[in-house]
C-alpha cells in the first residue's frame, strides 16, 4: 500500500507536519510505503482559472510542483492532507492544493433533465485522513459557528473525490506552540493508530 501524506502548513517542523508524519509512521509501521510532502518546500500558484484544463481534464496547465503533485496523488492508495487552522479555514497553502483539484473536474448539464453534472478524472476509491492543527480548544469559546462552517466544507474534499473511506484528525488547544503536538504523547500515539489503521482495514 502507498500512502502520501501532505502538510500545508507554512511553519517548519510544526504541529501539522508532526501529525502528518506520526500518521505516515503508524502506516509505514503496518509495512506501507509513504511520502511526506511539504507544500511550503514546493514552487506553488494558486488556480488561474483559465479553464485550460478543461480540454485535457486531469491536467492543470501550470508548470509548476503543484501539477506534478497531483498527477502524483492519483497513484497512492491512501493521502494524508494536513492543514493548521488559519482564520477559521485551511492555510493558504492548503487551499491552493484544494482549487489546484479543480483540474479533475469537468461540469456539465444533463440535456434531458436539465440537472447539473460532475465527472471526475480523480481515481475514486482512495482512503483520507484529514489532519487539521487549530490554536483554539475544543468548545471553541470564540465564534464556534465558524468551526462548524470548516468542518462541513472539510467533507467537500473527499465528497468529491469519490473517497473510499475518509476521517478527520484534530488537535485543538495548540496555541502558537509549534512543538505542542510533538509533547503530547497521546495525540502522537492516536495519530498512528491513525495511520496503522488505513492499512489494516485495507
Ligand atoms: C495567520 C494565522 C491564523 C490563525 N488562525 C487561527 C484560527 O482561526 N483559529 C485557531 O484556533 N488557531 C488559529 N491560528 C493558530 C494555528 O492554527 C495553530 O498555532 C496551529 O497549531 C498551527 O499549526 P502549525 O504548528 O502546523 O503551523 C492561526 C495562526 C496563524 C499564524
Redesign the pocket.
Known sequence: MKVIGI?A???KK??????VASILNGAAEKGAETRLVNLRELNIHGCLGCEGCKKHLGKCVQKDDLTILLQDMTAYDAIVM?T??????V?AQFKMLVDRLYSFFEFGENPQTGEQTMKSEFPAGKKFIFTI????PEP?VLFPQ?YDHLNEWLNLIPLSLGAGSYEFFH??G?????K??RNDSDILTKAKAAGAGLVSSV
Open positions: 502538510n502548513s507554512p511553519r510544526a504541529n501539522t507536519q508532526t501529525l494536513g493548521p487552522v488559519y482564520w477559521y479555514h492555510s492543527s487549530r490554536g483554539d471553541p465558524f488537535q485543538y495548540a496555541g502558537i506552540d509549534r505542542s503536538a
